[in-house]
């Protein structure tokens, strides 16, 4: 079965502190892996997507890479304002187009 | 411009109710979908339409059946609502299979 898994659930920085944050996924035909930030009380927003073993992103603090079993985004010198939780989703291949979504990793950064 | 509008915002009801919820999107985009995010924050795409095309349809109650009347527009209606039916719907837009997807700020729907 398809599925996303990531970690940790929660983590908590001090503003400056860099950390990682994981998703491991076991999926079939994988068409790209994508990171979404979610406040509360809104709708998830687009950060990055990366489509193959090796690529990178970058957008400010944040940076996405990704392997043929996992992907990480590392946080440098995170801000109070980078607290959220992260998710991650992958889309299937097979003509399904469906994204499968991780629970996400709630990040609260101490200033 | 707000990009994926849904209404309302809340929603409480009472178990065996009908409501609809709506969602529009001014992007112009052709793909239109609904997630559900339960109590544990879980997101799972429930319907999925381009170009008012049914295209995805996971395993989900007949009870709830999801209307295109045109691109920008995707409402959702559910019939006979279950204490389980409770949690946080969201639309989402995108251009055919571009990453990039677009949400509402979601639909909070409590059944009592």
């Known amino acids: 079965e398809d599925q996303v898994t990531q970690s940790p659930e929660a983590l908590r920085l001090q503003e400056g502190e860099s950390s990682s944050l994981n998703c491991s996924y076991t999926v079939s035909g994988l068409r790209g892996l994508f990171w979404y930030r979610q406040d509360p009380g809104k709708g998830p927003e687009f950060l990055f997507t990366l489509y193959s073993a090796g690529e990178e992103k970058e957008k400010e603090r944040l940076k996405a890479t990704l392997t043929k079993k996992e992907s990480f985004l590392h946080i440098t010198a995170p801000k109070p304002e980078d607290s959220a939780t992260y998710l991650c989703?992958?889309?299937?291949?097979?003509?399904?187009?469906?994204?499968?979504f991780g629970k996400g990793t709630k990040l609260t950064v101490n200033p | 411009d707000t990009a994926v509008s849904q209404t309302p915002k809340y929603l409480v009801t009472q178990m065996g109710n009908d409501k609809s919820i709506k969602c529009e999107q001014n992007?112009?985009?052709?793909?239109m979908y609904w997630y559900k995010q339960d109590s544990k924050k879980f997101l799972k795409i429930m319907f999925s339409?381009?170009?008012?095309?049914?295209?995805i349809n996971e395993t989900v109650p007949n009870r709830f059946s999801p209307k295109s009347p045109d691109k920008a527009h995707l409402n959702l209606h559910i019939n006979s609502l279950e204490l389980g039916d409770s949690a946080v719907y969201f639309c989402?837009?995108?251009?055919?299979?571009?990453?990039?997807?677009?949400f509402g700020q979601g639909t909070r729907l409590t059944v009592v």
């Open positions: 339409y381009n170009n008012k095309e049914l295209i």
């Open positions: 989703a992958v889309r299937l291949g097979g003509g399904s187009e469906k994204l499968v």
């Open positions: 992007l112009g985009h052709d793909t």
């Open positions: 989402a837009s995108s251009q055919g299979a571009a990453p990039e997807a677009f």
